[in-house]
């Protein structure tokens, strides 16, 4: 936690989570049932971890993802944490690779979520349901990784920029800073977990 | 005695002919006369454990089953873990051949698939298998195996969330030189559950009326991906399913009850909606991939 991020972001392993709370037998995230223990264990975690939070959700380490736990471990858990109301959790999924995108995009559009992803070592993507706007204020975050108050009237001077950057936020997308109010990229808050 | 002849060739071309022929038996005891089999696929040979079991739900007996006189097609059938399974629904004349024992070729035997762990199971026993089975014999990806077993999961889910029964998984690679000039992998599911009219009734029957019927259930899930359940993150499985079969230019079919509903490419030419089959219970569901051809994505 530093002065100006009221949080300090954990790494969640869904790999060995998979192992501690479902089976040992099993590296596999298929079934409803498994993708609900699994989700069901990320949110235990989560709530020892305050009102705010940020989360590295690593999959890593599983091999098989099918629709059904995708829909539980990802779309249903950003579900949970949406809206003004809730406790202000972000997300990142990390080890999102080939073989996982497409069962991950197709929940994620199903329930018009989005998520940010690294996809590959390195390189971060925004995955699921934005808007050209938001498409295009995430990535000039993204790229540039923090964006003070001035910054943000450049690269948003597109119309809609600066309200698509606020969307980001409001669907736990970006972070700003109530303390300083600088935008922050999710990616470069967890680099330090990679 | 009511006497079932087995077609000489049971595959998912046949299944719902020989379906059809078990769900008109009438009388408590049954004979399933296979001596005349030459050939049996996954379908097949499911389609002969759920016809048994079919018979001993509804009367109480076990059917008897005549093995065919093909020693082939019997070493076939104890590789595929038929006997296994049949055990339980047959009465056999002759105690039927046990499995031998060392490598398998395999890709998937009949899988028991009752609950959770079932599907995880089988999940597991592709992993290891079926890579070098796509890779080799259908030209497809080194990814694609990611894909396989989702869709091994997704299928096999439908029965441990939707029967309320208990089914089974198989899955087999074939060249058919002569049908297609290619490999293909044929995987069939099937269960003697509620069926997809069963399981959508209470939810969405009202809204199609008289319409309501085996076919409309059928075309409700497979078309349009409806499900019993209210949240909107459930449905998507078959349809999905579906989606990547089209991508790989295979063939997917689901019977239920008195219909069978399909997506088929050109070189199959299986009607997309039969209905008027004599009524079965459950759901049977036969996949079909083919090799990849030359200028295929």
Redesign the interface.
Known sequence: MTNDLPLDPIAIDVGDLLQKTVTSLYSHLVTRQTGRAVRMAIEAQLRAAGEMSLSLIDLSEVTVLDFSCADEVVAKLLQRYQGPDRVEAFFVFRGVREPHRHQIEVVLERQGLAAVAETDPGRFELLGEASTEEARSWRALEDRGLLTGDEVAQVTSEAGGEVALERLLSRRLAFRSPITGRWHALSRLVSHLL | MYVITVPGSLDHQTVDEFLDRVAAADESRALFDGRHVRWVDPNGMLALLAGGAAIVQRSGARPRLELPESADVVGYLSRMGFFREAQGIFEFEDQPPRRAGGPSDVLLEITPVRA??D??EV??RV?TRAGAILASKLDYPG?AV??F??IL??VC?NI??HAESPGWVAAQAYNWSKRLGRWVVAISVMDLGRGFKGSLGAEHAARYGDRWSDATALEAAFLHGLTRFPD???G??IQ?IRRQVQRWNGAITIRSGTARIGQVPEWDDTPPLTDGLAPFPGAQISIVLPARKVGDA
């Open positions: 959770n762990p599907v995880h999940v597991n992993q990814t990611v894909q077993s989702v999961s997704e889910q441990v969330e909107s993150g459930r998507q499985g999905q």
